[in-house]
Nanobody
Framework: EVQLQASGGGLVQAGGSLRLSCAVSGFTFDDYAIGWFRQAPGEDREAVACLSFSDGSTYYADSVKGRFTISSNNAKNTVDLQMNSLKPEDTAVYYC???????????????????WGQGTLVTVSS
């Protein structure tokens, strides 16, 4: 059974950093992608950063490029999202998800992700 568990959210001041972690288990696929998405109050859910395990390529939303980094920790079976220089507009519930059919560049489209973890709340105060 595929399971994803997101953690690491919290309250941070603008300019600060947080590291989110997505614990991944139950995978038997050779090609897949893990994505971090976020949903702010009253907004649609959007892709923030995605990582392909088939070729290592990544996707970043324009709003987080240069500030966020997605990476895998094979020893811990996690996919982490390092978030630096946080802004109040980064406040949202963050979700990790798996695209178990992903090959090549990771998709940023929500509907291609077939497994989702629970969200973790990130609040950035001004």
């Amino acid at each position: 059974e595929v399971q994803l568990q997101a953690s690491g959210g919290g309250l941070v001041q603008a300019g600060g950093s947080l590291r989110l972690s997505c614990a991944v288990s139950g995978f038997t696929f050779d090609d897949y992608a893990i994505g971090w998405f976020r949903q702010a109050p009253g907004e649609d859910r959007e892709a923030v950063a995605c990582l392909s395990f088939s070729d290592g390529s990544t996707y970043y939303a324009d709003s987080v490029k240069g500030r966020f980094t997605i990476s895998s920790n094979n020893a811990k079976n996690t996919v982490d999202l390092q978030m630096n220089s946080l802004k109040p507009e980064d406040t949202a519930v963050y979700y990790c998800a798996a695209d178990t059919y992903g090959v090549g560049s990771p998709s940023y489209l929500e509907y291609t992700y077939d497994y989702w973890g629970q969200g973790t709340l990130v609040t950035v105060s001004s």
